[in-house]
């Protein structure tokens, strides 16, 4: 299945809409900026897919939930749904359905395009103790 999404992207403090395509069989996004810029990245699943593409595009603010640091999916939710759906970490807190994001949903706040913060996040979080 093909998925089309918009996402709302920031450059240089002017936002414009872009497109992810997602294939599920190939497990890969097309990123289709409305200058024409038009670039397929693949990897295991969405999650790790759209943190290559934010990789890439530093210049770029990817307005997307699945671009704040404390954004982690489970192993669970990347199986049964390639990383689109992800949690949303506090530290030492469980997560919770209600922590459950869709990856894609519009946010501005505390955002990165690296995913090795995202990681390092994450180790924070396993570290920590849970309430």
């Known amino acids: 299945m093909i998925s089309d999404v918009k996402i709302t992207i920031c450059i240089d403090g002017k936002t414009e809409t872009a497109r992810l395509v997602c294939d599920n069989k190939a497990?890969?996004?097309?990123?289709?900026?409305?200058?024409?810029?038009?670039?397929?990245?693949?990897?295991?699943?969405?999650?790790?897919?759209f943190g290559n593409v934010r990789k890439d595009n530093p210049h770029i603010q990817f307005l997307c939930k699945g671009s704040k640091i404390n954004v982690?999916?489970?192993?669970?939710?990347?199986?049964?749904?390639?990383?689109?759906k992800a949690y949303e970490l506090t530290l030492?807190?469980?997560?919770?359905?209600?922590?459950?994001?869709?990856?894609?949903?519009?946010?501005?706040?505390?955002l990165t395009n690296d995913p090795n913060e995202q990681e390092e996040f994450f180790k924070k979080w396993i570290a920590s103790k849970k309430e």
Do not use: A, R, W
């Not at 497990?27 to 969405?46: A, E, R």
């Open 27 to 49: 497990v890969s996004i097309t990123f289709i900026m409305n200058s024409g810029l038009l670039k397929l990245y693949t990897d295991t699943n969405f999650y790790k897919c």
């Open 72 to 84: 982690h999916p489970s192993s669970m939710s990347t199986q049964m749904t390639l990383g689109v």
């Open 92 to 110: 030492e807190k469980k997560p919770s359905l209600d922590d459950l994001i869709y990856i894609f949903d519009y946010e501005e706040n505390n």
